[in-house]
């Protein structure tokens, strides 16, 4: 005999548990009260009649817990719905069993599913949705559920379970992340694959890009799309959907911000731009930034249905503080809210002071005040005696007797200082190797007929970087180093001797030098978008992990690699502070991560899937149902359960005597 | 002040004497008279002369009339004795309900006592449960009736019921009759029959006051229990059904009835009274019952 409502398994774990309760019970119901009477003789003549009986009275007890376990056996397996082996052929439920059904239930939750409708969000309606799927779960079916934004997450093994994937469902939440149904339908394949009547469910608003109909059929994809039954409606949103802030050309002193808007909505809409900044550097989302008053006057702009506007707003004179554009809607209601802001970090800009100790020499000079607002002060080496007052010194084929703390550049500096140097050798052609030409001080910097006669023969060591060599030998030619109280560049050949002072790149290299000091453009580079995971480059050495916290103030740890990097994705909109310890305050970094998604913001879903369609459980013909004397099975246990209850009803009817 | 005889209860109790008094008005003190012939004021009989009686009593007018000798008798004129006879055993304290048999019996006692007193009777009070107990002597006068509160105050219900042999050692310690006010609940697995007939055949006056609980008859439980005699200790598991509450209920009041029935027969002044009744109107009902006020 097996079970079609629940598993042999199930039902001997429910019987030996309530059988339990009830030997429980029995045992208590043993248990005699005493009560004094002032006069047993007349008991006595009572109960001698009742008394003839004995046996029975003996027996009773005993015989009215075995009516009890029987009557729970009866009930029990009447509920678990019994086939009796050569009645049918109805398949059973058992993840071994061949014929089980495998359900991937894949929730979306993008930033689209935080649009309202209907007075809640999608992805309410999602969570609902999938609460239903789960209940139109058929005994011989297993589920298992992930929730799908940028990445997916697993949340549940495969499970008959009803109760703890609806309890995962109710705990869901969602991301500001976007949509990701590639990323989606790689996960779906191999959580699949390999098993009998798989498919793969997924809860969307079906806002991406469609899905590929060989990839969905081959998965055996079925949609549960969150219908918008006033779709127009439900469609208004505006959103920032791309945001840079960036260095001010005509003046370094400055920033300039551009931003695009999007109107998805069917209606012309006025959109009033704020700008808050948060010096203190606390704020950490969306509703820090709200409580603090904006900057200047908000920027109005009027979009048209469906357009999409780029906004510059050059000159803007911020340093060193935390900023948000908040958009503010004003003639629709704004179904979704978590594109109306984007997040960015500005780097404290400043006038950089220069020490140019050694000869003079124009060039240098000239190199360095490529950039604005840099002051050069030469020093002649007999005058020097330390960095105060600089942020940078040069050091022009001169050696000091100590190394300054602090930035540093050492032009042809024939010494131990900062790194050993043994001798010269020869020149040659120099190249920037392929590996460091995205490095920060070697940006657009190219070597086009650069061959100084002579090199100094620096080592560099484990901490340093080698940012050009020979193109024979491999000698290094540009040295950088950086830890967390100095950095430095080591030019090892004489760039008036070489003529690289004639050359561009030899003022770029500079502008690129003072960038990398004060990180700058790195720093500006950090408004991350959510779309992506993210590799982001801390410069810290020897450390082997950093602690993340995220908007919600969250925290967690992250693996640093050998190159000083780490990788996280983050799935909400706001500021991230990344921590190398907790004592040292200098090594903290901020990164600000933004929606900032044209495809996510639009609001419009498309592709056409094949619908969920729940299981049918395993149709049991008339003529298949178990029967016993020519009733059906479940009939006649619970009629023997009834005749149980009587008979013991009528053999002992008490009440509990605890 | 015990809270058994509080202010309340005394002055229910004077109440209770001028009912008393109202309702049998014209029996003054030593008005009651035993049936002794002495030398009292009342005439009783005549007989006949013999030698050696006192010439004073002989009836002249008689003699003139009809010249018989005979001899006046007159009526003994003495106080008579009420004996309280309490059954202080350990089914008298049994009880879920706001009074127990013994603080009904007691205040019942305390009540017949004061108005015997009242009326210049002797009292005396003699609580019992397997044996006699401190006895309180005979009283006499209304004052005393705090020396009876003293003795009621200090009991508690304890031992089993031995009537029998109680009211054996009662009858050979006190020869002097009068009337005995049997106050207790009877349940005494030797019977009671024995006694009340004890107390007859001693010449005593028995007067049974038989008291009962109404909720030992209406015991709220059911279903398996351990049924301890309170005075026997005796254990007895039984299963109790509302069929079995019934019989009990017929049971106990055939045990009732047989003793009110015995008590009739033997022309025994008999009193039954729940303890759910006040005790006053317990009193006045024993009052228009007769027996006790005479």
């Not at chain 1, 920032?240 to 911000?257: C, E, M, P, Q, W």
């Not at chain 1, 604005?372 to 080496?381: A, I, Q, S």
């Not at chain 1, 003072?514 to 810290?540: D, V």
């Not at chain 2, 019996?105 to 009292?123: E, T």
Request: aromatic share 10%; with cysteine; net charge neutral.
């Amino acid at each position: 005999m097996t079970f079609t409502a629940m598993t042999v398994s199930t039902w001997v774990t429910l019987l030996a548990s309530l059988s339990g309760v009830i030997t429980l019970l029995y045992f208590l119901r043993l248990r005699r009260r005493q009560v004094e009477v002032p006069f047993s003789p007349l008991w006595r003549q009572v109960l001698l009649e009742s008394q003839s009986n004995s046996l029975f009275r003996m027996l009773k007890r005993f015989i009215s817990w075995l009516i009890q376990l029987i009557f729970l056996s009866l009930v029990l397996t009447a509920l678990a719905d019994p086939v009796f082996s050569g009645d049918t052929e109805i398949s059973h439920s058992s993840e071994k069993d061949p014929e089980s059904k495998h359900t991937l239930l894949l929730m979306d939750t993008s930033a689209s599913m935080q649009a309202m409708m209907r007075g809640t969000t999608r992805f309410s309606i999602a969570q609902t949705k999938a609460l239903e799927a789960i209940n139109q779960r058929i005994p011989n079916e297993v589920f298992m559920l992930a929730t799908a934004g940028r990445d997916v997450t697993t949340e549940t093994g495969w499970t008959d379970n009803n109760e703890s994937l609806k309890q995962v469902v109710r705990s869901l939440q969602t991301s500001d992340s976007t949509s990701n149904p590639v990323s989606w339908m790689q996960y779906a394949r191999n959580a699949t694959r390999g098993l009998p009547n798989a498919r793969v469910v997924l809860i969307t608003d079906q806002e991406f890009p469609p899905i590929d109909d060989d990839i969905a059929r081959s998965i055996h994809l079925e949609v549960i799309q969150i219908d918008a039954r006033e779709p127009a409606k439900h469609q208004n949103n505006v959103a920032i959907v791309d945001f840079i802030i960036r260095s001010h050309l005509g003046n370094s002193l400055k920033y300039a911000i551009y931003y695009k808007l999007k109107n998805t909505s069917p209606q012309t809409v006025t959109v009033d731009a704020y700008l808050h900044v948060d010096a203190s550097g606390t704020a950490r989302n969306h509703s820090d930034f709200i409580s603090l008053p904006p900057v200047g006057t908000p920027a109005r702009h009027t979009l048209a249905p469906g357009e999409e506007k780029t906004i510059e707003r050059v000159s803007v004179d911020l340093s060193g503080v935390r900023a948000a554009l908040v958009l503010d809607v004003q003639d629709i209601e704004d179904v979704l809210q978590v594109d109306n802001v984007a997040f960015s970090v500005i780097p404290e800009r400043k006038t950089v002071q220069v020490a140019l100790v050694g000869p003079r020499q124009m060039f240098v000079e000239a190199a360095l005040k490529a950039r604005n607002h840099v002051n050069v002060v030469h020093v002649p080496l007999q005058q020097w005696t330390n960095a105060d007052g600089f942020d940078l010194v040069v050091f022009n084929g001169v050696t000091p007797n100590q190394a300054p703390q602090g930035n540093s550049i050492w032009l042809n500096t024939d010494s131990e200082l900062p790194i050993p140097v043994n001798g010269t050798i020869p020149g040659g052609p120099l190249i920037v190797p392929s590996s460091q030409s995205q490095h920060p001080a070697m940006k657009y910097v190219r070597f086009i007929d650069l061959e100084p006669s002579r090199l100094l023969r620096v080592k560099a060591g484990r901490d340093d970087t080698v940012l050009a060599r020979t193109k024979r030998g491999s000698r290094p030619a540009i040295v950088a180093h950086s830890d967390e109280s100095a950095r430095w560049l080591v030019v090892a050949f004489d760039p008036v001797e070489s003529e690289w002072v004639a050359h561009y790149s030899f003022s770029v290299f500079f502008v690129n030098a003072i960038n990398w000091f004060f990180e700058e453009e790195s720093r500006l580079s950090r408004t991350l978008t959510l779309a992506r995971p993210w590799n982001i480059q801390l410069h810290w050495p020897h450390r082997e992990t950093v602690e993340i916290t995220t908007p919600s103030g969250e925290e967690f740890t992250a693996l640093v690699d050998d190159g000083g990097r780490i990788a996280f994705s983050g799935m909400e909109a706001g500021f991230y502070e990344i921590r190398a310890s907790e004592v040292e305050s200098n090594s903290l970094k901020t990164v600000a991560a933004t929606m900032a998604n044209a495809a996510e913001s639009t609001l419009r879903a498309e592709g056409q899937y094949a619908p969920y369609v729940p299981r049918t459980p395993p149709e049991i013909r008339l003529d298949q149902v178990p029967k016993i004397f020519g009733a059906p099975a479940w009939q006649v246990l619970l009629l023997l359960a009834l005749i149980l209850t009587v008979i013991e009803w009528l053999t002992y009817n008490r009440r509990w005597t605890i | 002040m015990s809270t058994l005889f509080d202010e309340q209860f005394l002055r229910r109790l004077e109440y209770l004497h001028l009912v008393s008094r109202k309702v049998y008005a014209g029996q003054q003190r030593a008005e009651r008279r035993s049936k002794k012939v002495g030398s009292g004021l009342e005439f009783a009989d005549h007989r006949d002369y013999a030698p050696g009686d006192d010439f004073r009593y002989l009836d002249w007018k008689v003699y003139a009339r009809m010249e018989r000798m005979l001899i006046r008798l007159h009526e003994e004129e003495e106080d008579l004795i009420v004996y309280l006879l309490l059954d202080c055993s350990r089914s008298m304290g049994v009880g879920s309900s706001v009074t127990t048999k013994y603080q009904q019996a007691a205040r019942l006692a305390a009540a017949l006592g004061y108005i015997g007193l009242a009326n210049l009777d002797r009292v005396c009070l003699i609580p019992f449960g397997d044996t006699l107990l401190d006895r309180v002597p005979p009283l006499r006068g209304k004052k005393q009736i705090f020396k009876i509160f003293r003795a009621l105050d200090g009991i508690e219900p304890q031992g089993k019921t031995a009537l029998n042999d109680c009211v054996r050692l009662f009858t050979h310690q006190h020869k002097r009759r009068g009337m005995v006010v049997l106050l207790s609940d009877f349940y005494d697995p030797d019977g009671y029959e024995e006694s009340i007939n004890l107390l007859r055949y001693s010449r005593f006056e028995p007067f049974v006051v038989h008291l009962f609980d109404d909720d030992e008859l209406k015991p709220g439980i059911r279903g398996d229990l351990s049924m301890v005699d309170c005075e026997t200790g005796e254990v007895r598991e039984v299963t109790i059904t509302p069929k079995l509450l019934k019989r009990y209920q017929a049971v106990h009041e055939a045990f009732c009835t047989s003793l009110e029935t015995f008590c009739k027969s033997r022309n025994v002044s008999y009193f039954r009274t729940p303890i759910q009744v006040p005790y006053d109107e317990a009193v006045l009902r024993i009052f228009r019952a007769g027996g006790f006020l005479k």
